[in-house]
């Protein structure tokens, strides 16, 4: 048996295919909605996928799994405690698949999400190899998922639910287990999940700090205390996945809109989205757009500050990075994608529409500024971790992702400006803050590092007041 691995460094999330070499026949589990990727993999290496395995309903992304079976009449397996609403097999602790000569044992693994299973893997035909475990959100590589996407309310309880599973039903499998978690770095699923996408029991025995603490009491303690803010799409995700997702049948094609039509759309109530740089942003912009700049995060960041439903229109340099944002957003449940601006802002102006521009402001002229004892606030818009580390004296803290419902008490009569690392979030927030009026904006392109460089002071400690980006 082998495995290809599927790495999303965006929402940090890993999907796995398992082959049986004697049979061609494979199983993918927890894909993303853009299944031709996966697909794809399958020709090349000569398989039929005949299963698609889901470790647990989803709050990051939508499941692939009800396109991939549109497209290839694969069987959807899932939990029984999923309570699914479209066709596919419930499966229990114990249940077995064969995919091949592979023998798949279902093991119920609940915490990250109460009706989480894990899949365990064996070879039973050729030589003996170390079985493989599809962890899901349960062990991760130096880390474990979060317990608290289901509510406050129901996090603690998890927490010692995956205490459990963690000790009785994973690490008694045996350290030479080979691990392949869906959840990983940049994952916002995950406790501080480590680089590494494959890991082993034995080693995460040895090394995740989360697997030596004394009791379920401590283990839930600790996972409490390093719970950072979530996107606020995930409060749909797991409706959506659980209904079932909407059926695509292939990649969205955006069609162009004259200046005009985009911004009729835009006046009424349709999300327009700069993807280019914070800096040609700032040079020039339509008045009231959200910026979110073209990345590998592209689709999280959408999904904070964008409201789940609205229609988005795109704005860009080039039609040639259409294809990435759009695979990026319906990963996310974000279909509605009506269009793009055609000429991009060159014929947003040459057709005399309204701009908007913003300075930009390094963190050496922001301390010269300060010191000079001009009207400047800095408004801090990293997350609360960050914040603790190192911030800059008297700055303000809110986070990016809480700004669009945010109580603000900003001066509208003093420059604001906005940082966070490298300008990304920073952009963000100063788009919405020019969404709810405040005119007098400046965007810094720098962060902490730049500030210490210039001489300036940092201070450390728990905010006393934050503006979380979970709601």
Request: charged share 20%; proline share 7%.
């Amino acid at each position: 048996m082998r495995v290809r691995q599927f790495v999303d460094p965006g929402l940090g999330n890993n999907a796995h295919l398992l082959i049986s070499e004697r049979d061609r026949v494979a199983t993918l589990i927890d894909p993303l909605r853009d299944v031709d990727q996966y697909q794809a993999v399958g020709r090349s290496e000569g398989v039929r996928i005949t299963h698609v395995c889901e470790t647990h309903i989803h709050n990051d992304f939508l499941s692939g799994s009800r396109e991939l079976a549109a497209l290839t009449s694969a069987r959807i397996v899932a939990s029984a405690g999923a309570q699914l609403e479209f066709d596919h097999q419930p499966v229990r602790d114990g249940d077995t698949l064969a995919i091949g000569e592979i023998k798949l044992t279902v093991i119920a693994t609940p915490g990250h999400t109460p009706e989480h299973v894990s899949y365990l893997a064996e070879d039973t035909a050729g030589p003996k190899e170390p079985p493989m475990l599809f962890s899901g959100g349960s062990l991760l590589a130096g880390a474990v998922s979060r317990t608290d996407l289901l509510g406050h309310e129901h996090a603690t309880g998890l927490a010692h639910q995956l205490y459990r599973t963690l000790h009785e039903r994973i690490l008694p499998l045996g350290d030479d287990v080979v691990v392949y978690p869906t959840h990983g770095a940049g994952s916002f699923c995950t406790a501080a999940a480590g680089a590494e996408s494959v890991t082993t029991i034995g080693g995460e025995r040895r090394g995740n700090p989360l697997l030596h603490l004394a009791g379920a009491e401590a283990f839930a303690d600790r996972l409490m205390a390093n719970m950072p803010s979530y996107p606020t799409y995930f409060l749909n995700m797991r409706a959506v996945n659980q209904r079932g997702p909407r059926v695509l049948g292939d990649i969205p094609r955006l069609a162009p809109m004259t200046p005009h039509a985009l911004q009729a759309r835009h006046r009424r109530g349709e999300a327009v989205v700069d993807m280019r740089s914070i800096h040609d942003y700032a040079r020039s912009h339509i008045p009231g757009v959200f910026h979110v700049e073209l990345r590998p995060a592209f689709a999280s960041w959408v999904g904070w500050v964008v409201p789940f439903g609205t229609p988005v229109l795109l704005v860009s340099e080039t039609t040639e990075v259409h294809e990435y944002a759009v695979r990026q957003l319906i990963r996310i449940g974000y279909d509605n994608l009506p269009g793009y601006l055609d000429g991009g802002m060159v014929a947003w102006e040459r057709e005399g529409l309204p701009v908007e521009r913003v300075p930009v402001l390094t963190m050496r002229r922001v301390r010269q500024r300060l010191q000079d004892g001009e009207p400047l606030v800095v408004m801090d818009v990293r997350q609360a971790h960050e914040w603790t580390a190192g911030h800059i004296p008297d700055a303000e803290l809110v986070e990016a992702g809480a700004l669009p419902h945010a109580e603000l008490q900003l001066p509208r009569d003093r420059l604001v400006a906005t940082h966070c690392g490298h300008g990304q979030r920073a952009a963000t927030a100063l788009s919405v803050l020019e969404q709810r009026g405040y005119e007098r904006l400046a965007l810094i392109t720098e962060g902490v590092d730049e500030w210490r460089n210039a001489g300036g002071p940092l201070e450390q400690g728990t905010p006393k007041q934050c503006q979380p980006s979970r709601v």
